[in-house]
C-alpha cells in the first residue's frame, strides 16, 4: 500500500493548507471510493496499488467519491481536485479522468490516427492519387461504462475503410481501403489501465471502386 498512502498523505496535506482538517480513515475510503471500490479492504485485496506505476491512465468514480464523501460530510470537489493532483505529481505519465466517455475518445482517436499512419495503409493510400486519409466509423464499445474487471485486457477489432479526399484533376483508382486492425488495452483494475497497443493486420485498395469480397482470415 506503498503509493496509497502516499497519495492519501498528499492529499491531506493539500485540504489541511486550505483549512480543511481530514482523517486518514476518511481519506483512506473516499480514496477508495474514487478507485471504484466499495471500501478500503477492497482495494487492498484488488493488488492495484503494486500496479499504479505502469499505468497510463485511470478514470474516477466521480459518483462513488461524492456518494462516500457526502457519507463522512466532506466536501466532494475539494477531495476530488486533490486527489487528482495528488495522483499527477506522483505519477507524472499518468492522465487521470473524471470520466470514462473522455477517455474512450482518447482511445479512439489514438486508434483512428495509428490506422491512418500504418505503414501497409500508406502503402494503399499512395496509391489512390487521393489526400486527406481517414479512418471511416470507428466506435470503440466501451461508451456506456466499464464491465466488472476480471483480470481480461479490453480487445476490439475494426474491419471498415480508410477513405482519401479525391483530386479531380488526377487519375481516380479508388478512394477507399479495406482495413483490418486490433486495439488491445492493458486492463490494470476497475479503473486503471495501461498501454494500449494497435496492429493493422491487413490493407487492400478497392480498385476502380471495387466491391468483391475482401480475403480477412
Known amino acids: 500500500m506503498e503509493h496509497f498512502s502516499a497519495i492519501t498523505f498528499a492529499v491531506r496535506q493539500a485540504l489541511s493548507a486550505q483549512g480543511v482538517s ?26 492495484e496499488d503494486d500496479a499504479l506505476p505502469e499505468a497510463e491512465a485511470i478514470v474516477l468514480d ?20 486533490a486527489l487528482t493532483t495528488a495522483l499527477q505529481e506522483r505519477f507524472p505519465n499518468l492522465d487521470v479522468h473524471s470520466g470514462h466517455a473522455s477517455l474512450v ?12 499512419n500504418d505503414e501497409r495503409v500508406i502503402s494503399q493510400t499512395a ?18 461504462g466499464f464491465a466488472p474487471f476480471d483480470g481480461d485486457d479490453l480487445a476490439f477489432q475494426h474491419d471498415g475503410l480508410v ?18 486492425a486490433q486495439l488491445t488495452v492493458q486492463r490494470l483494475g476497475r479503473r486503471l489501465f495501461g498501454r494500449c ?7 487492400k485498395l478497392r480498385w476502380l471502386g471495387e ?7
Do not use: C, K
Not at 486518514?24 to 487492498?44: E, K
Not at 496509391?127 to 456506456?144: C, E, H, K, S, Y
Open 105 to 116: 475518445e482518447e482511445w479512439n482517436a489514438h486508434f483512428e490516427d495509428a490506422i491512418v
Open 163 to 180: 477513405t482519401v479526399d479525391q483530386d479531380e484533376d488526377r487519375v481516380n483508382w479508388g478512394d477507399e481501403i479495406d482495413v483490418r
Open 62 to 81: 466521480i459518483a462513488l467519491l461524492d456518494a462516500r464523501a457526502a457519507e463522512l460530510g466532506r466536501d466532494a470537489r475539494a477531495f476530488a481536485e
Open 22 to 47: 481530514l482523517p486518514t480513515g476518511h481519506a483512506q475510503q473516499i480514496i477508495a471510493a474514487a478507485f471504484g471500490h466499495n471500501n478500503l479492504a477492497s482495494y487492498q485485496a484488488s493488488g
Open 127 to 144: 496509391m489512390t492519387n487521393g489526400t486527406f486519409p481517414q479512418a471511416d466509423d470507428i466506435q470503440l464499445p466501451w461508451w456506456d
Open 211 to 217: 466491391t468483391g469480397e475482401v480475403p480477412f482470415p
Open 197 to 203: 497497443q494497435i496492429q493493422v493486420e491487413w490493407a
